[in-house]
């Protein structure tokens, strides 16, 4: 085998392919423990995030492609994916982050944002400023006062 060969065997050797077992998310960085392509077993895999994003997958039957760090299957990090769980149809630019339980933020194309959530949004912060027109569809409860500048009407 000469060198180019042995190159490309070596990188053909550093990324596998895997299904997690399991998810610790409580320390500095999340990782999981794996089965690789061949059968082995792997504990503490760290799992890669972009910044800024964070997600616990599903555990048991995620997929996980693994990259061997240097070439050293010792030192194993993943990207998972949960594919039956992932949002599709979307059209090309848009961006959605969504949870397993049917929550999503959505950015589609022409600028609409749509969150739906399960159950309920909650927003916490000292203020909350809207510019543009607010339309309410369903009741409205306000714990607190109210101050307009504006006329108020009723229909």
Not at 47 to 53: E, H, K, R, T
Not at 130 to 155: E, K, P, S, Y
């Amino acid at each position: 085998m000469n060198d180019d060969e042995e190159d490309v065997h070596n990188l053909r050797q550093s990324i596998v392919q895997g299904v997690v077992l399991s998810i610790e998310d409580g320390g500095a960085v999340q990782t999981a423990t794996v089965q690789t392509a061949d059968g082995a077993i792997r504990a503490g895999v760290e799992i890669v995030q972009p910044f800024g994003f964070a997600s616990s997958p599903p555990a048991a039957g995620a997929d996980v492609l693994l990259w061997a760090v240097g070439g050293d299957v010792g030192h194993l990090v993943g990207l998972v994916s949960a594919p039956g769980l992932r949002f599709g149809n979307l059209n090309r630019g848009e961006v959605v982050v969504y949870g397993a339980g049917g929550s999503r933020v959505h950015l589609q194309q022409g600028g609409t944002v749509v969150i739906a959530a399960a159950t309920k949004v909650i927003i916490s912060a000292t203020a909350v400023e809207i510019d543009g027109a607010l339309t309410v569809n369903g009741h409205l409860q306000v714990n607190g006062a109210i101050d307009a500048t504006g006329t108020i009407h009723g229909h």
